[in-house]
Nanobody, 130 residues
């Protein structure tokens, strides 16, 4: 089992920055990818940013490319998400996830697909006002 606990969600004004953190514990070696997803009520949960924990390879949704940065802190056992230039469109519940995506060929869409992740945190709310 892998236990994930998100923190850092807050209310911030457009243009501001926020940093989310996901504390990871348990059988970390059982997964190869960790990352962040977000969901707005009534909409499908979407991948925001994930990272291959074996090779430190990040994958970003087009909507956050260049603004958000995902990183893994092995010393603290956390998966962090630095969010910059926030807009109201970034308002959502953000979830941390871990899993081992399938597929024989590297695929950004695959690695950002929630169906490929087994373990999930409880979520942390991010609200961006204008």
């Amino acid at each position: 089992q892998v236990h994930l606990v998100e923190s850092g969600g807050d209310s911030v004004q457009a243009g501001g920055s926020l940093k989310l953190s996901c504390a990871v514990s348990g059988n970390i070696d059982s997964t190869t990818f960790m990352g962040w997803f977000r969901q707005v009520p009534g909409k499908e949960r979407e991948g925001v940013a994930t990272i291959n924990t074996l090779y430190d390879f990040p994958y970003y949704a087009d909507s956050v490319e260049g603004r958000f940065f995902i990183s893994r802190d092995n010393g603290e056992n956390t998966i962090d998400l630095e969010m910059n230039s926030l807009t109201p469109e970034d308002t959502a519940m953000y979830y941390c996830a871990a899993g081992t995506p399938g597929g024989q060929v590297a695929s950004k869409q695959l690695y950002l697909s929630e169906t490929e992740y087994k373990y999930w945190g409880q979520g942390t709310q991010v609200a961006v006002s204008s």
